[in-house]
Each structure stands twice: as C-alpha cells, then as structure tokens.
C-alpha cells in the first residue's frame, strides 16, 4: 500500500519541516507548527494530516493550552521507518539508518570494491542493511556515487575510475529490485548538502571540495544543489594546470589537477621516490607524523588545489569554502589551500570568506543522501 505525499517544492519542504519540528520536540501541535513554520493554521492542518495519512504521524491525547479548547499531541509513529543512507567509495561504502526527522540512528562501513561492478556492489551494500536485526522499516533510499550522475536518469555517466558503470540506471534498478523511492547523486554534491544542513542557518552559497582518492566539489547556491545543464558543476578535477604538464588523466585528457593533487596521484609519486605506501591513506599518516617527502608533497597538492579554487572564488563569490576528504585531515594541505586562495583571489572575492575543514567530514555525504531521500520519500510516496 504506498500513500503519495504530493504538491509544490515549497509544500514538500513543509512536510519535512513538520517532521523535523516533531521530532526535536519544538512543536507538538498543529498551531505550534503554524507559528514555528509562519504558515496560516489551514496550511498546518493541511500538512500534518497529509503526513498522519501517509502513516509517519500520529496525533492522540491532549496537550497543555493556554486558553480554548486542548490541542491533540502529534509525535513520530512508532513504525514510521527510517531510509537508508549509503556513501560508495572505490573500496569501501558507509552505510546508515537514518530516520524520518533526519537522525542517524546507525552507521558502519563495509569493504567493497567499486570495480566490481554495480549490481555486484549494490546488492552487497544493501543486503548488508537488510541484515541488521530490529531495524525499523525502510521507507526511501539516498545514494552518494564518486562519479557523474545524470539526475534526470538517474544513471551514472562518464565514469573515470567506475569499470562497469557507465549509463548504468542506478535508480529505477534499486527501485525495481527493493521496492522503495530511491535517489541517487553525485557524493561531492551530498557532501555539500551535507555540510549546509550541517550549519543550520549559516552560509547559503558555499562550495565544498572532497579532497581523497579523487578530487570533487559541490555546490550550494541559497541553499539548494547546483548542478548545471549536464549535471557537471562542480568538477573541478578536470580543469588543466601547469603542473600537470601532459600527464594522462583517466577522464581521457591530459594535465588535469586530479593528476597532482589527488590522494591517488600522491600515492603514485611518493612510491615514485621509494617510499613505502600502499594507499592515500599512508601518505596522509606520513604527512601527519611529520615525515618531510608526504608533508611537502600534500603541501603542494594544497597549492595546486587552491590555484584552481582562486578562479571558483572570483567567478561565484561564495560565502564559505569547505574542505572534506582524507587529504583535509592534514593541516599543511588546508593551510596551503587557504594562502593560495587569499593570495590569488580578488580581495573582494576573499574579504568575508571563510576557508575551513567540513564541520562532519565522516557523516556529511550521509546527511546530504537522507535528507535528499527523506525529501524524495515524502514527495513520492510511502511505500510498505
């Protein structure tokens, strides 16, 4: 049985409101999400029941009034679900329950190897969720991918480092194997929507750059995903630098700032010089330790990194900068970006811009995929 929770984008954005507001406990009544939300008490009624309908609500007893007659308490159903959340990386995938009002109530991670292919790898990633004991019900799916996404498909495209996935419709094939509504984005866009949800009320045109294995930025303009006419804001891996000379890049090109200034091509020079690593994740643990070679190569990738970020901070003006991923976890990396950026920006560009590491580099890409999912859940239905 599914109940569709249809209307504008204004109207759907209430809905999850209301949930929200439940939830933290700062409106139990349909006039305290009247004057919470600043909607006319018709338009509370109205949502709140779509939401009681679609079986995420329920509303019983009396609560405490100030005059006239008692308002009925409205609280999450105890069986109103929750969506799953997954984070795919190149060998390894986060995976959370996160429920209806937006709370991560589990979260593990779990080897894979995205090369595998895509049914292989979500069938693993999912079935991994479908063990957990007790777990409430799943009502939606958000899915964070390292590469392009197609949002009106919902398929992968022009992979570079994802053999088998190229126009692979990743959501109408998770929605006809589990049954669920399911989302599917770009993890560098879900970082970002991550990182705005993250700063409540804070900056609403900001870019967040994913510094790991790979490199990708999102970007948020008043407070909603940009992603441009082909799906490919953002991709800053690709654009050409001089350091990278006539280096072969995986997207078919050559010289892009992936091929200096990613985890993977920091793997590949410090193995170079006879350093013994066998992941970005070595080259960060030297770097952290001090170890001269990884420090001075991360402090470059930041350099060049930042060279590129210069050209974003002039042309969209953003109000923050925010660096996620392994390689944010070493301070001479963020302090090289931030001096490149200051240095070779406009100052107007850079006199209230704020340049620091993501608030929850770990769980940002999963609050973005549940927010997306939960928004998505509400909109097209609720299904058993």
Known sequence: MSEDLVGTPSQRGEHARVVGLIASGRATSRIAISRALGIAPSTAS???????DAGLLVESGDERSTGGRRAKTLSLAPDGGCVLAVDLGTHHARVALVDMAGAI????????????????????????????????????????LPGP??????????????????????????????????????DANLMAYGEYIAHGSGPRDIVTVKAGSGIGAGVIVQGNIHRG???AAGDIAHVRVDAAGDRPCSCGNHGCLETVASGAALLGMLRAQGVAVDTAADVVGLAQEGDLIATTAVRAAGARLGSVL???????????????????????????????????????????????????????????????????????????
């Open 229 to 231: 006419a082909t799906f």
């Open 46 to 52: 109205l949502r709140v029941q779509d939401l009681i």
């Open 149 to 186: 996404v197609n949002i009106a498909t919902g398929a992968v495209t022009l992979p570079s480092r994802m053999p088998g996935w190229k126009d692979f419709a990743a959501r109408d094939w998770l929605t006809e194997t589990y049954g669920i509504p399911v989302v599917v984005e770009n």
């Open 310 to 384: 210069c050209a974003v901070t002039n042309f969209f003006n953003p109000t923050a900068i925010y660096l996620g991923g392994l390689l944010s976890t070493v301070e001479p990396f963020v302090a090289a970006v931030r001096s490149e950026i200051y240095q070779g920006s406009h100052p107007l560009a850079t006199q209230s811009l704020t340049i620091e590491r993501t608030l929850n580099d770990r769980n940002a890409t999963l609050i973005g995929a549940s927010r997306l999912a939960i928004e998505h859940t509400l909109r097209v239905g609720m299904t058993e």
């Open 105 to 144: 109530l589990s979260a593990e991670e779990i080897p894979v190897e995205i090369a595998s292919g895509p049914e292989a790898v979500l069938t693993a990633v999912i079935g991994a969720a479908l063990a957990i004991e007790d777990r409430p019900r799943f009502r939606g799916l958000g899915l964070a």
